[in-house]
Nanobody, 125 residues
């Protein structure tokens, strides 16, 4: 399975971006899909996640109300719509897939066994 992330770029604060992650190969074992981000000098952190079967979602407090994760099962893609972007959202964003079934695993990067290559989002003030 390969995950290909796209959609990053440089925008001003208050703008919107939409990230997309396309999964190729056998995705039948994916229970969760998630987006994580890593800013320079910081650890990778959870941004948003979605359960593939039920489309239940989870968000970090820092993005709740501004970001929306969605999945198109037929296309094996997961998107992250990012609105009202802030300079502190600047980071490399990674999509990931997990075969864990426990809901709390959705927040844990170690629960994700497959990762995309990352796409850079830069938000200027």
């Amino acid at each position: 399975v390969q995950l290909q992330a796209s959609g990053g770029g440089m925008v001003q604060a208050g703008a919107s971006l939409r990230l997309s992650c396309a999964a190729s190969g056998d995705t039948s074992s994916h229970f969760f899909m998630g987006w994580f981000r890593q800013a320079p000098g910081k650890e990778r952190e959870f941004v948003a996640g979605i359960r593939v079967s039920s489309r239940s979602t989870a968000y970090s407090d820092s993005v709740k109300g501004r970001f929306t994760i969605s999945r198109e099962n037929a296309k094996n893609t997961v998107a992250l719509q990012m609105n009202i972007l802030k300079p502190e959202d600047t980071a490399v964003y990674y999509c990931a897939a997990s075969d864990r079934i426990i809901w709390s695993s959705i927040y844990n990067p170690q629960a994700y066994g497959q990762w995309g290559q990352g796409t850079l989002v830069t938000v200027s003030s």
